[in-house]
């Protein structure tokens, strides 16, 4: 049977070249083994469409092409390893004449913000599948989707956890297929003893592309208010600050004990946009324009600069890089994607440059930040770039099996947690993975 294998891929130059890294690999293995070569596809590539991340709307495009010589659609991402004789194995187990949505399944321990508090008496009946593992969907589920997609066009609203909506949209509030676990996509490390049934793996290593950063190429700007001046940042001092060689804290109120700068833009209760191209404007005027990095985050915001400047060294301060991450609105009708704020926005100095230097600002005030941003970015042609890595939300907010294979660089929000303990667990650097990959310090299964 025939195969259409496809990753989601970005067109930031770090990610297109493993992404093209990976298609070689799958090719030369199919081709080691005598196989027909499947078609592997990089969704960036067929679709330059703002929204194709979100891989629904190409399903009517899928189902022409290639839904009469192909029997299985398998998605990863640029992380995933793939043994192509195992893959192929696994799917023969299957009924290609069915409809088959198959995945690594991933639930909800509790009802989380995520996912608007779906399924809220009971979270962990609704399975969805990790995309680090790969998931495949039957050509017949294609053709299915597609046939809907035409007499009913998709919701044009927010897009926050593809993985959730997608197997939302699917299961069609039972209509449709659950996901079906497979055992054998999995997210370990490909050197893992765990892994000899695995047709796939997960590289979950933070990426490093030669020596971190220096700490004085990356400027932190803090976005606060004087009602959060006692009680979120001494939060930032006692947890990430030491971390930062350049910080500063931007308030309504000019407050030396901190200290804080009054960008003279009064607070509001929501958006901050006003506040934010000030910040935008304050770094590309009044910074040294040898600091290539600015990270902008919220004042409840946990992150780890020292993970952030190895990241930072697999991406080119010199293109216009707009990093964190990827939420999206209105997509299904020309909307655009943005780096959702509270998880941390990473500018490159030429994205600030190029933001700047064009006609496109805050359409009042408090309009959401994020989002005009992303708006702007979407109008200026540069792509956002996507990292799992950053969190909008608090580590209980996500699937225990989801966080275990990654190396986080931010979480959110102080709700109902002890921060400072999130961070000593989650994110600091003396809390790097030990050789036996176990955490020093808290229990994560606490938080």
């Known amino acids: 049977c025939r195969y259409l294998w496809l990753f989601s891929f970005q067109s930031n130059s770090f990610h297109s070249k493993r992404a093209e890294d990976l298609k070689r690999d799958i090719l030369k293995q199919a081709a080691d083994l005598g196989k027909e070569l499947p078609t592997v596809l990089l969704i ?45 194995e696994t799917l023969r187990r299957f009924d290609k004449s069915k409809e088959w949505f198959l995945g690594k399944a991933l639930y909800d321990e509790e009802s989380t913000i995520i996912h608007h508090y779906a399924f809220a008496e009971n979270p962990s009946v609704f399975k969805f599948p990790d995309f680090a593992a790969g998931w495949a969907l039957s050509i017949p589920l294609v053709n299915k989707l597609a046939k809907k997609l035409k007499s009913e066009p998709l919701k044009s609203d927010f897009t926050i956890d593809l993985k959730h909506e997608i197997a939302l949209y699917i299961w069609q ?22 892994v000899d049934h695995c047709a796939t793996t997960f590289s979950n290593f933070l990426p490093l592309c030669g020596e971190p950063v220096n700490k004085e190429d990356v400027f932190v700007a803090v976005k ?13 001092k006692q947890t990430w600050e030491r971390e930062a060689a350049l910080i500063e804290y931007y308030s309504d109120y000019a407050d030396i004990s901190i200290p804080t700068i009054d960008l003279g833009i009064p607070n509001t209760d929501r958006g901050h946009c006003g506040k934010t191209f000030a910040i935008l404007e304050r770094f590309l005027n009044h910074t040294s324009p040898r600091t290539p990095w600015l990270v902008v985050v919220d004042d409840d915001t946990l992150i780890s600069i020292f993970r952030l400047r190895k990241l930072l060294s697999c991406y080119d301060p010199n293109e216009p890089v707009f990093l964190g991450e990827r939420y999206g609105y209105g997509l299904g009708t020309g909307g655009y994607s943005y780096i959702t ?54 580590p209980m907010d996500y699937p225990k099996d989801y966080l275990s294979h990654q190396i986080p660089v931010s979480f959110h929000k102080h709700w109902n947690i002890d921060p400072v303990k999130v961070y000593f667990t989650w994110l600091a650097p003396n809390t790097e993975e030990s050789s036996n990959g176990k955490k020093v310090g808290y229990n994560r299964e606490d938080l």
């Open 44 to 88: 960036h590539q067929i679709d330059r469409h703002e929204g194709a991340w979100t891989i629904l709307p190409l399903m009517t495009d899928f189902s022409v092409t290639y839904g009469r010589n192909s029997s299985w659609i398998f998605f990863c991402e640029e992380d995933t390893r793939i043994q192509v004789i195992k893959l192929v």
């Open 173 to 194: 509030k039972g209509e449709g297929p659950h996901l079906t676990p497979v055992p054998e996509f999995c997210t370990d490390d490909v050197n893992s003893y765990k």
């Open 224 to 236: 606060t208010c004087r009602k959060f001046h006692g009680d979120r940042i001494p939060v930032v």
């Open 341 to 394: 704020g509270g998880g941390g926005m990473v500018f490159s100095r030429a994205a600030v440059q190029k933001l700047l230097a064009s006609k496109c600002r805050c359409y009042s005030m408090d309009a959401p930040d994020d989002m005009v941003l992303g708006m702007c970015f979407s109008g200026l042609g540069i792509p956002i770039t996507h990292s799992p890595l950053f969190h909008q939300a608090r």
